[in-house]
């Protein structure tokens, strides 16, 4: 068995493979530990798999190659890895080369002091586009708030076996693996780290792929909606018992007509309420319904151990 395995999702890629093996190779050497690393190709449409199929040949002592059926996502990627993880512990890292291997011995350095079960490496300022920085933080955030974590996630991280293992227990397509690590520890530890240029490809995640993703989490991982239905529904019955009121008083004391302005306006505010409240819901049963289908997180086409 060995100390680390490290986890790679891999998607369109094939530039950076080779150079972010050999560096997570010299830095494993480097504190004398031994390793495998676990790359997961997440349905890529570029050379990746076979660039993959090579480094797999010429390694195969230290290198599992994963491909899925189809394109599930970094976090089901990232999870398919970690259930094919064997080592003491679990490292994850993205395979763009941004999280430069090196830095892994803070990690390492972090949960020694600590002995978190779980050490993030963050960086003060991330090398990515205005718009990806921007969504990234309204998620951090929104997590922070929304979830009680800590509010600070990153793909770099290094965990115990025992805590990555527990996230197998969780069989729903979607996947948000910072949220759940929050269910299993509050003994998280946090590292500074360096977060370099994509030297190669350009980030896949897009302002709209974000917002998808924060919809996601808020519908999957809590009831904010339904609350919100509820407050929603509250506070347009007193609005509708206002207006109502208002109505009746100038009909009696003013002997005005009640119109038929007066009337549209109420059942057009009242049918948007109810329209908005049957959206929510059903957004919430279309969910649940995939959860009760019980599928997979992410499928297996190939592994080469």
């Not at 009121?245 to 007509?257: E, G, L, S």
């Not at 957004?283 to 289908?293: D, H, P, T, W």
Request: aromatic fraction near 10%.
């Amino acid at each position: 068995m060995p100390d680390y395995s490290i986890i790679v999702p891999v998607f369109n890629s094939s530039e950076s493979l080779e150079e972010l093996f050999r560096r997570i190779d010299l830095t494993m050497s480097g504190i004398r530990k031994t390793f495998r690393v676990v790359f997961v190709d997440d349905s890529s449409h570029d050379s990746s798999w076979e660039k993959l199929l090579k480094l797999q040949k010429e390694n195969s002592d230290r290198v599992t190659v994963i491909r899925l059926a189809r394109n599930f996502g970094q976090h089901n990627a990232t999870l398919c890895g970690i259930a094919q993880a064997d080592g003491e512990f679990i490292i994850t890292i993205d395979d763009d080369l941004q999280h430069p291997p090196e830095e892994i011995v803070k990690l390492t350095a972090t949960m020694k002091e600590t002995d978190a079960d779980l050490v993030y490496g963050i960086s003060g300022e991330k090398k990515h586009s205005a718009a990806r920085n921007m969504g990234s933080t309204v998620i951090k955030r929104s997590s922070k708030h929304i979830f009680r974590t800590k509010g600070n996630g990153s793909s770099f991280r290094l965990m115990k076996s025992a805590l990555g293992k527990n996230l197998m227990n969780h069989q729903i397509n979607f996947v948000y693996l910072d949220e759940i690590f929050n269910w299993y520890t509050s003994h998280i530890g946090f590292a500074e780290v360096e977060h370099k240029k994509r030297p190669f490809q350009k980030s896949t995640y897009t302002p709209r792929s974000l917002f998808s993703l924060l919809t996601n989490l808020v519908i999957y991982y809590t009831a904010i909606p339904l609350k919100l239905m509820v407050y929603g529904g509250f506070v347009s019955a007193i609005l509708s018992f206002a207006i109502g009121m208002f109505f009746i008083y100038r009909k009696i004391v003013m002997d005005v007509p009640l119109g038929f302005t007066a009337l549209i306006v109420a059942i057009l505010f009242s049918t948007s309420v109810i329209l908005l409240s049957l959206g929510v819901i059903g957004e919430y049963l279309s969910r649940i319904y995939m959860v009760q289908n019980r599928k997979p997180p992410f499928a297996i086409k190939e592994i080469l151990k």
